[in-house]
């Protein structure tokens, strides 16, 4: 069994900054790729930004040059640092792991969202 807990959204103003948190638990034995999507009402879930276990990085074209994603292999914890915050990023941001559990196999694990607003 493994777990995605997420922490950090909440309410900002414009122009304002938030970081999201992920942390992994559970049966792990390696997470490969890490990574945040968002997902509106009645929309697909999109990506935002992911990371590799090396520490590669690929963002959707809306956040690049604001949006930060890093990771503490560590601590199996994600980060996506957002800057410069407008209405257009609001949204459900879910966390997303590529894990290896200690039985040998690899699986794909979700977190439970947390809710980003941005107040214009």
């Known amino acids: 069994q493994v777990q995605l807990v997420e922490s950090g959204g909440g309410l900002v103003q414009a122009g304002g900054s938030l970081r999201l948190s992920c942390a992994a638990s559970?049966?792990?034995?390696?997470?490969?790729?890490m990574g945040w999507y968002r997902q509106g009402p009645g929309k697909q879930r999109t990506l935002v930004a992911t990371i590799t276990s090396g520490g590669s990085t690929n963002y959707a074209d809306s956040v690049k040059g604001r949006f930060t994603i890093s990771r503490d292999n560590t601590k199996n914890t994600a980060y996506l640092h957002m800057s410069r915050l407008n209405p257009a990023d609001i949204d459900v941001y879910y966390c997303?792991?590529?894990?290896?559990?200690?039985?040998?196999?690899?699986?794909?694990?979700w977190g439970q969202g947390t809710q980003v607003t941005v107040s214009s």
């Open positions: 559970g049966s792990i034995e390696s997470i490969g790729t």
């Open positions: 997303y792991a590529r894990v290896r559990t200690v039985v040998a196999v690899w699986g794909d694990y």
